[in-house]
C-alpha cells in the first residue's frame, strides 16, 4: 500500500474509489522519536485524559462487561481461601479429619496439618502464578485461564471425594494452582482493556469478587453447620462445579488485551480488539489509541526490551516492582490472616460454633458493602491517601484488639474481640482492599504489566506461607501457642512498620495513563510528590522539543 493510496474499479468501471494509505501500517516499524506516531500517542493520551466516569462507563461498557466477566474467575479464589479458613472450626470437617485433643475440644485439626495445607496452597497458588506469566506471554490471558478452568473442574473431584486428610491436602494443593492463575489475570486484564476513566472501578471490583466469593462461602457453611453428617462440608465442596463451564465459554468469546497483541506485534488484531471493547457509535479515534499503545511500548522497550521476570527487577522496574509486592504484603502484615478468618478466632474466644458462623457470614456481608461503598469516592481521592487512612485504621484496631485480650476475660470481652473483626472487615473492604488490586494492575510498566502482578502476588503467598499459613495456626491453635487475642499484637507490630513503608514509598497512580507512569518512573519522581507532579508534554512525546503545535499543523495539513 503506496503513500499515494490505491484505486479499485467499480463493477461498471465508471467509479473509481481511492483509499488513504493505512495509517497504522508503519507504526510497528516507527522509531520511538517518529514525528505522525508522537503525534499521534499525544492524541490518544488527551483523548484517554478527557473521559470522565460516566462518558467513559458509556463508550467503553463492553469493555466493563468483559473485565467484570473474566475477573469474576477470582469469586471461586474467594470462596475457597473462606471454606478452608473456616472448616479449621467446622464440626463434621474436624470430626471426619481431625484429632481427639481433649474433653473440652474435642476433635481439632492439629497445627501441623493447618501448616500444611495453608503452606501447601500458597506454593501451589506461587506454580500458578508463575505460569501465568510465562503462558499470558505467549498465549494471552484467554487461552492460560481456559486451560485453568478445566484444570480446576478436574481436581474438584478429589477434594470432594476424599477419604482422607493426606488426600484432601493433596486435592486443595491440586486446585489451588488455577487459583494463584486467577488471582493473577483478574487485575491485569482488567488494566487492559479499561481506559483510564474506569479502570480503578473495574481493578477494585476484583476485590468485590473476593468478597462476594467469600459471603457465598460464608451464607453456605452458616446454612450447613448444624448438618450432622458429611454432607455439611461435601455440598460447599460440589458447589465449586457451577463456575468453570459457564465461565470458560464467556473467555473464549472474550476479546483479547489489546496492550498483549500490541506487545505481539499483532497490530490489526490490536485494533480490532479495540473495536470490540468500544461503541461504535461514539466514534472512538482508534487510531489515536493504538498509537498511545505503541509509542508506550516503543518508549518501555528502549529501556528493557526483553519481557521477562528478570527484567521486572532492573532499571524503573525494580522500584514498580517493589510498590507492587508491598501493596500486595499489606494484605498480609494488616492482620487479615486473623480477622478474614475469623470464625476460628471467634471460636477461641468462647462464641459458640453456630454463633462464630453467623458472625462470619455477617461480616462478608459488611466486606461486601464496604468494597461497593469504595466505588464512591475511589475518582475522589488518590489511591495513596486511600491506602494511607484505611491502614492507618486496621492498624489502629488491631492495637485495640490485643489489648482487651490482655485484660482479665470475660463473655462481653469476648464479643468485643470479634465485633472488632468485623469492624476491621469493613474498614479493609471500604479501603486497603479494593485500593490495593488497582495499585497493583496499574503500577507495572505495560510489557511487563502481567509479570508485576505475578511476581507481586507470589511475594503475597509467600507472606502468607511465613505468617498466614506457618505463624498463624500456632498462635491461635489450642493444641499450639493458644495465644487467643493477643494474636492481634504480632500483626499490630507488621501493620505499623508497613504504614511507615507506605508513606514514604506508596505512589499515586490517579489520573495517571501507563505512559504517564513511564515518564515520572524515568524521572524519579518521589512518592510524596506523585500526586501532584505536572507532566511536560513537551518532554513527554518530542524528547524536549516545543515544536509540537508545528508538527500538529503539519499533521493536519497532510
Known amino acids: 500500500m503506496g503513500a499515494a493510496g490505491t484505486q479499485e474499479n467499480s463493477a461498471t468501471g465508471d467509479l473509481r474509489i481511492e483509499r488513504g494509505p493505512d495509517p497504522n501500517a508503519n507504526l510497528q516499524d516507527a522509531a520511538v522519536d517518529d514525528k505522525v506516531l508522537n503525534l499521534g500517542a499525544q492524541e490518544g493520551n488527551e483523548a484517554e485524559h478527557s473521559f470522565g466516569f460516566i462518558q467513559g462507563f458509556k463508550t467503553y461498557k463492553r469493555a466493563a462487561f468483559w473485565s467484570i466477566a473474566i475477573s469474576t474467575t477470582i469469586v471461586m479464589e474467594g470462596y475457597d481461601v473462606t471454606l478452608l479458613d473456616s472448616f479449621i472450626g467446622y464440626p463434621q470437617f474436624r470430626l471426619r479429619y481431625g484429632e481427639y485433643l481433649n474433653e473440652e475440644s474435642g476433635y481439632q485439626i492439629s497445627a501441623d496439618w493447618q501448616t500444611q495445607f495453608r503452606v501447601l496452597a500458597a506454593v501451589a497458588n506461587i506454580i500458578g502464578a508463575l505460569l501465568n506469566g510465562w503462558g499470558t506471554a505467549r498465549w494471552g490471558h484467554r487461552k492460560v485461564l481456559i486451560v485453568s478452568l478445566f484444570w480446576l473442574s478436574a481436581f474438584i473431584f478429589v477434594v470432594f471425594f476424599a477419604q482422607n486428610i493426606e488426600t484432601q491436602l493433596a486435592g486443595q494443593t491440586l486446585c489451588n494452582v488455577p487459583w494463584g492463575v486467577f488471582a493473577t489475570t483478574g487485575p491485569s486484564y482488567a488494566a487492559e482493556v479499561t481506559p483510564l476513566a474506569i479502570r480503578p472501578y473495574l481493578t477494585a471490583y476484583v476485590n468485590l469478587c473476593w468478597a462476594t466469593g467469600q459471603l457465598i462461602s460464608a451464607g453456605v457453611l452458616a446454612g450447613l453447620v448444624d448438618m450432622p453428617n458429611e454432607w455439611s462440608y461435601r455440598i460447599p465442596f460440589a458447589l465449586q462445579w457451577v463456575w468453570p463451564i459457564p465461565l470458560a465459554i464467556l473467555a473464549y468469546f472474550a476479546p483479547e488485551s489489546p496492550w498483549f497483541l500490541v506487545r505481539t506485534n499483532q497490530l490489526d488484531k490490536a485494533k480490532k480488539s479495540l473495536e470490540r471493547l468500544s461503541e461504535p457509535s461514539h466514534n472512538v479515534n482508534l487510531d489515536a489509541t493504538l498509537a498511545m499503545m505503541v509509542h508506550t511500548d516503543k518508549v518501555e522497550k528502549e529501556e528493557r526490551a526483553s519481557v521477562s521476570y528478570w527484567e521486572c527487577?532492573?532499571?524503573?522496574?525494580l522500584r514498580r516492582t517493589e510498590i507492587a509486592c508491598m501493596a500486595f504484603m499489606s494484605q498480609i502484615t494488616n492482620g487479615g490472616a486473623l480477622c478474614y478468618g475469623g470464625t476460628f478466632f471467634f471460636q477461641q474466644t468462647g462464641i459458640p460454633d453456630n454463633t462464630a458462623y453467623y458472625i462470619g457470614l455477617g461480616g462478608?456481608?459488611?466486606?461486601?458493602?464496604?468494597?461497593?461503598?469504595?466505588?464512591?469516592?475511589?475518582?475522589?481521592?488518590?489511591?495513596?491517601?486511600?491506602?494511607l487512612t484505611g491502614f492507618a485504621s486496621l492498624t489502629a484496631i488491631l492495637w485495640t484488639i490485643g489489648v482487651l485480650a490482655s485484660v482479665p476475660q470475660n463473655q462481653g470481652l469476648a464479643w468485643g474481640q470479634s465485633l472488632l473483626c468485623v469492624v476491621w472487615l469493613g474498614a479493609y473492604s471500604m479501603s486497603v482492599g479494593p485500593i490495593v488490586y488497582t495499585i497493583v494492575a496499574e503500577i507495572g510498566s505495560t510489557r511487563l504489566r502481567t509479570h508485576t502482578v505475578v511476581l507481586a502476588r507470589s511475594f503475597y503467598y509467600v507472606g502468607n506461607i511465613i505468617c498466614g499459613g506457618t505463624l498463624q495456626p500456632r498462635m491461635l491453635s489450642p493444641g499450639a501457642w493458644n495465644w487467643r487475642g493477643r494474636t492481634a499484637f504480632f500483626w499490630a507490630v507488621l501493620a505499623t512498620f508497613t504504614f511507615v513503608w507506605g508513606y514514604f514509598r506508596m505512589f499515586e497512580t490517579k489520573d495517571r495513563t501507563f505512559g504517564d507512569m513511564d515518564y515520572m518512573f524515568q524521572k524519579k519522581v518521589p512518592a510524596r510528590k506523585s500526586r501532584t507532579y505536572v507532566i511536560d508534554e513537551a518532554d513527554q512525546f518530542f524528547h524536549g522539543t516545543d515544536n509540537s503545535t508545528t508538527q500538529i499543523n503539519e499533521k493536519q495539513q497532510q
Request: charged share 15%; with cysteine.
Open 364 to 387: 462478608t456481608g459488611i466486606a461486601f458493602i464496604g468494597t461497593c461503598i469504595s466505588w464512591l469516592y475511589i475518582h475522589r481521592f488518590g489511591r495513596r491517601i486511600i491506602w
Open 313 to 317: 527487577f532492573r532499571g524503573t522496574n
